[in-house]
């Protein structure tokens, strides 16, 4: 489940979930590049790519939608013969939700083997599912509106979660969705194709058991609340949006993607968005010095260290303090210049 698994290096115990939370890969037929440009299908690639050359071991990966860029059959496959492999290599439950790019038919026959028929996905219902993961419990909403890409939960669906709701489960619930039920302060042009009738929503979760609701769309990370409840934007792996530049209204970088890893406490849950991507790696910071002030050697009440991080403590406390880096004129400095 995590990276050092059975350690405990602060006060905290571990986490019981891992979630990797993955968004926005649109995904184009034939591996076109989206726009012409992004090579959307390399850089989910190299995002899982990624996760799995981390060590991380999630419990389940959650894709909050716009999975493909136009809803193309081929495309839905490709990403189901690129992310499942994965997915199986880790152990992890694979869940996917419906984003305003996407396209109900080819989603339900590729991703769940539904006999979906139609040109069309107006008629058909919308693509809402309960994971069980170890005692959590994901609930995937589709927020598509065929045909429009602003967002909405229906009075159907609505009714549908408050049954779901209705019995806690033990780890509690997390939900995920594409359209995120919080404003977008820099990107407020976002706001337009926001989700609709959010009062709705937030009637039917506040007062259950939801610990948290996962989303995408926006391709940037952002977090707020919703209905009392943490709300967490992962960025995309296609492309990102270009925030706070000068002149440019809707702009995108071909950069910046992450991911975001979830970790499931049993009184919080903590989302950290990892950048993908390479660069250069420096190594070892801070290993000469001590790692707590007063700690003797991870003898500190309540702090275990493994092995080799002990060992590294320990030498740290014998060793003399180091100077600071690019610091001159200190008492050893003037000694010095006294000689
Ligand atoms: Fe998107
Ligand atoms: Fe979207």
Request: with cysteine; net charge negative.
């Amino acid at each position: 489940m995590t990276a050092v698994p059975g350690v405990q290096l602060g006060r905290h115990e571990p986490p019981t979930h891992l979630i990797a939370h993955f968004s926005d890969p649109h995904l184009l037929g034939g591996g076109r590049r989206q726009f012409g440009v992004v090579d959307s299908t390399g850089h989910l690639v190299a995002a899982l790519e990624q996760l799995e050359r981390s060590g991380l071991r999630p419990d389940a990966i959650v894709f909050t939608g716009d999975l493909t860029d136009l809803g193309e059959e081929d495309a839905y496959v490709r990403l189901r013969d690129i992310v499942t492999p994965v997915v199986d290599r880790l152990g992890a439950q694979l869940v996917w939700c419906m984003g305003n790019h996407d396209e109900r038919a080819p989603y339900a026959r590729v991703l769940f083997g539904e006999d979906v028929r139609g040109d069309g996905s107006a008629g058909i219902a919308p693509q809402d599912r309960v994971y069980e993961v170890n005692g959590l419990r994901i609930v995937a909403l589709d927020s598509s509106v065929p045909g429009y890409d602003h967002g909405e939960l229906d009075r159907e669906q609505l009714d549908w979660l408050r049954e779901v709701l209705v019995a806690p489960a033990p780890h509690g619930t997390i939900l995920a969705l594409h359209h995120p039920p919080i404003p977008s302060p820099l990107d407020p042009l976002m706001e337009i194709i926001e989700l609709d009738e959010q009062d709705a929503f937030a009637e039917v979760v506040r007062g259950t058991d939801v610990r948290a609701v996962l989303a995408g769309h926006l391709h940037f990370s952002t977090h707020s609340t919703f209905a009392g409840v943490p709300v967490s934007v992962a960025s995309a792996t296609c492309y990102t949006m270009a925030l706070g530049l000068p002149d440019v209204t809707l702009g995108g970088y071909d950069g910046f993607q992450s991911v975001d890893t979830v970790h499931v406490y049993p009184d919080r849950l903590v989302h950290t968005s990892v950048p993908l991507g390479a660069a250069p790696v420096l190594n070892g910071l801070g290993r000469r010095r001590r790692l707590r002030r007063g700690d003797d050697a991870g003898g500190a009440a309540g702090h275990v260290l493994p092995e080799g991080l002990a060992v590294q403590a320990r030498r740290g406390r014998h060793r003399r303090r180091p100077r600071r880096l690019g610091c001159v004129g200190g008492a050893s400095e003037r000694r010095r210049r006294r000689r």
